[in-house]
Nanobody, 121 residues
Framework: QVQLVESGGGLVQPGGSLTLSCAAS???????????MGWYRQAPGKERELVAS???????NYADSVKDRFTISRDNAKNTVALEMNSLKAEDTAGYYC????????????WGKGTQVTVSS
């Protein structure tokens, strides 16, 4: 019903910046029903964790580990969500996954395939 495609990952030095983008496409009724969009990440050997999320109205939520460094934004007209990551640390290295919660035809949490972010000198 909804497809999510991420872009923007890569290799960056500690202290550097990256911006991830995610675009949603699919059935219009499902797209219009999306409430929350955001990003999770998963490092090798660790559980997937929420990084940041944002509602249709723009209310954002961040993991404590990324507050004041990452900024999530959303363009409802274009069905996109972005994650601006600054002051990156080695511990931010992970696969980053876009998600979207849609309510039509039934509540479903959709996932993108992920994009790798590696922070290393």
């Amino acid at each position: 019903q909804v497809q999510l495609v991420e872009s923007g990952g890569g290799l960056v030095q500690p202290g550097g910046s990256l911006t991830l983008s995610c675009a949603a496409s699919g059935r219009s009724s499902s797209i219009f029903s999306i409430n929350v969009m955001g990003w999770y990440r998963q490092a090798p050997g660790k559980e997937r964790e929420l990084v940041a999320s944002i509602t249709t109205s723009g209310s954002a939520n961040y993991a404590d580990s990324v507050k004041d460094r990452f900024t999530i934004s959303r363009d409802n007209a274009k069905n996109t969500v972005a994650l601006e990551m600054n002051s990156l640390k080695a511990e931010d290295t992970a696969g980053y996954y876009c998600h979207a919660d849609a309510f039509v035809p039934v509540y479903t949490k959709y996932w993108g395939k992920g994009t790798q972010v590696t922070v290393s000198s």
